[in-house]
């Protein structure tokens, strides 16, 4: 059973294009995450979501919204896809329980942006 | 400011050799430490973890690291590695109560068959 699942795996678009991706998962944490990894690999988070509400939102373009539909649903939009938009987003989930949290990575999802 | 470092981002060795790599972080406070690894094309996936207890912590694939407070640094370490360890290495640090996992840039390992 896959844990943290994102859609698409690949995406391929022009700049200017609205597109979104999706992920699920189906450990029953209560937070989930996005993160960006770029063309050097570096890995930094955008957003976080506790039980459906914003915790963390980085200093992102307002091109990207996330969207809870529940707590086992994060997903990004992202408005007049740039370039630089082109990077892979990983989706992760965590249980907050006190001071431990291990988060648990998707797929990812790779953007090119032509 | 606050970060992860990791150095020598490029290593090369051969099968069979040791391998350290080195993770100093800069935040105060009580923090959990993890090592990521990724493999060519695919996701994060997790070698291990510290958040009490014994310094030094066994993960899996023979990895193991050295949580040293004195020093802010969390060390992984391979006695002997394999070509498919071949992959990238990402610390990554989590201060209690703080749901931000920051991560360093990672160190690119390449093991020479």
């Known amino acids: 059973d896959t844990a943290v699942s994102q859609t698409p795996k690949y995406l391929v678009t022009q700049m200017g294009n609205d597109k979104s991706i999706k992920c699920e998962q189906n450990?029953?944490?209560?937070?989930m995450y996005w993160y960006k990894q770029d063309s050097k690999k570096f890995l930094k988070i955008m957003f976080s979501?506790?039980?459906?509400?914003?915790?963390i939102n980085e200093t992102v373009p307002n091109r990207f919204s996330p969207k809870s539909p529940d707590k086992a649903h994060l997903n990004l939009h992202i408005n007049s896809l740039e370039l630089g938009d082109s990077a892979v987003y990983f989706c992760?989930?965590?249980?907050?329980?006190?001071?431990?949290?291990?988060?648990?990575f998707g797929p990812g999802t790779r953007l090119t942006v032509l | 400011a606050q970060s992860v470092s990791q150095h020598n981002h490029h290593v090369i060795l051969s099968e069979a050799a040791s391998l350290e790599l080195g993770c100093n972080y800069s935040y105060g406070g009580t923090v959990n430490l993890f090592w990521y690894v990724q493999y060519p094309g695919q996701h994060l996936q997790l070698l291990l973890k510290?958040?009490?207890?014994?310094?030094l912590v066994k993960g899996i694939k023979g990895f193991e690291a050295e949580f040293i407070k004195s020093k802010f640094s969390f060390n992984l370490r391979k006695p002997s590695v394999q070509w498919s360890d071949t992959a990238e290495y990402f610390c990554a640090v989590n201060v209690w109560g703080n749901n931000r996992l920051a991560f360093g840039k990672g160190n690119q390992v390449v093991v020479i068959p």
């Open positions: 979501y506790n039980n459906k509400e914003l915790i």
């Open positions: 992760a989930s965590s249980q907050q329980t006190g001071e431990y949290n291990e988060q648990f």
């Open positions: 450990l029953g944490h209560d937070t």
């Open positions: 510290y958040f009490s207890g014994d310094p």
